[in-house]
T-cell receptor, first 116, second 113 residues
Framework: GAVVSQHPSRVICKSGTSVKIECRSL??????MFWYRQFPKKSLMLMATSNEGSKATYEQGVEKDKFLINHASLTLSTLTVTSAHPEDSSFYIC????????????FGPGTRLTVL | SQKIEQNSEALNIQEGKTATLTCNYT??????LQWYRQDPGRGPVFLLL?????KEKRKERLKVTFDTTLKQSLFHITASQPADSATYLCALEEKRSARQLTFGSGTQLTVLP
């Protein structure tokens, strides 16, 4: 149980385009999902906290207009990287917390974004 | 300033030995400390969670200790196997946070056959 999927697993796009990444909790409901990015050989950096039915809370230094987050249902959160640039290339990972459960975060497999 | 340090970036051990990984933190008041495993190109996988009032937790070949006086957690893998080779991340959840985790930079463990 507690499986989280991400789609796509890899995406390559041209500079200036927008890319949407989906995060789904497959077998549980998640009132809270988190979005992280990870650079090679570095740790996960929290970008934002996504709560179902409300606006996301962004960490300091993360541009909310560039990284649009929508948490429309208890099983789906999306991250849209708008007007992507090469410096946005990274590994994006989401996690979900089981509604009514403990504080364990269940992570998706990640999405590798490459902006040319 | 707040820091979470996993003070070995890489650790090589021989198969069958016990691997011990260290996580130290400063200027945090953690409610929980968690350990995750991450394989290349994959998301982290939850291993163990230990609460501030717990000293030790075990799960099969894994053992975690938590010393809030020393501000340190130790993660042990006994009878290590090459399949245990991965990056191991510690993560803190502070008492004031809304289930947010702050991660250490990880230790890359290689178990040599």
């Amino acid at each position: 149980g507690a499986v989280v999927s991400q789609h796509p697993s890899r995406v390559i796009c041209k500079s200036g385009t927008s890319v949407k990444i989906e995060c789904r909790s497959l077998d549980f409901q998640a009132t809270t999902m988190f979005w992280y990015r990870q650079f090679p050989k570095k740790s996960l950096m929290l970008m934002a906290t996504s709560n179902e039915g409300s606006k996301a809370t962004y960490e300091q230094g993360v541009e909310k207009d560039k990284f649009l987050i929508n948490h429309a249902s208890l099983t789906l959160s999306t991250l849209t990287v708008t007007s992507a640039h090469p410096e946005d290339s990274s590994f994006y990972i989401c996690s979900a917390v089981l509604a009514g459960g403990t504080d364990t975060q269940y992570f998706g497999p990640g999405t590798r974004l490459t902006v040319l | 300033s707040q820091k979470i340090e996993q003070n070995s970036e890489a650790l090589n051990i021989q198969e069958g030995k016990t691997a011990t990984l260290t996580c130290n933190y400063t200027n945090y008041s953690p409610a929980y400390l968690q350990w995750y495993r991450q394989d290349p190109g994959r998301g982290p996988v939850f291993l163990l969670l230990i609460r501030e009032n717990e000293k030790e937790k075990r799960k099969e070949r894994l053992k975690v200790t938590f010393d809030t006086t020393l501000k340190q957690s130790l993660f042990h893998i006994t009878a290590s196997q090459p399949a245990d080779s991965a990056t191991y991340l510690c993560a803190l959840e502070e008492k004031r946070s809304a289930r947010q985790l702050t991660f250490g930079s990880g230790t890359q463990l290689t178990v040599l056959p």
